[in-house]
């Protein structure tokens, strides 16, 4: 539930902004590295999401169809306005930020796994949400 609110907080200042909010999600499975989807609190998540914004969904691991589901993560990133990691998937731990910040519409981005090197993506001009730290 926190997850959700945070993220409709952030989508809130967007769609000042933007008429339509995309978000792009990285990740279905239950945990990082596997394809196990059930009982995944991804699946409740997305379903939320889905009510206050576009959602795209990448998990590298996930191979059946799921709605919203795209095979790149160049293709769930574009035009996207939060970037959501809720899986620990090491593929999620170095994302491209350069290849990122091109596809982006807004640069925002949260990390519910704390996987990410936040620093980095600040660095780059990102807005970053991390969950456990005092600071978001």
């Known amino acids: ?7 409709r907080s952030i989508v809130s200042d967007i769609s000042l902004k933007y ?40 998990d590298p ?30 593929e999620f731990r170095n994302l491209d930020i350069q290849t990122t910040e091109n596809r982006v519409r807004t640069k925002v981005i949260m990390d519910t796994r704390n996987i990410i090197e936040a620093k980095d993506w600040i660095d780059k001009g990102f807005k970053v949400f991390t969950l456990g730290v005092a600071a978001n």
């Open 1 to 7: 539930e926190y997850v959700v609110h945070k993220v």
């Open 61 to 90: 691991h996930v191979m059946r169809p799921f709605a919203a589901k795209v095979e790149q993560y160049d293709e769930a990133i574009t035009d996207a306005d939060l970037i959501l990691i809720l899986t620990d998937h090491d």
């Open 19 to 58: 008429d339509n909010p995309k978000i792009a999600v990285l990740g279905l499975s239950f945990k990082g590295n596997i394809d196990d989807m059930r009982e995944s609190p991804s699946l409740k998540v997305i379903e939320k999401l889905k009510q206050i914004a576009e959602v795209s969904i990448f």
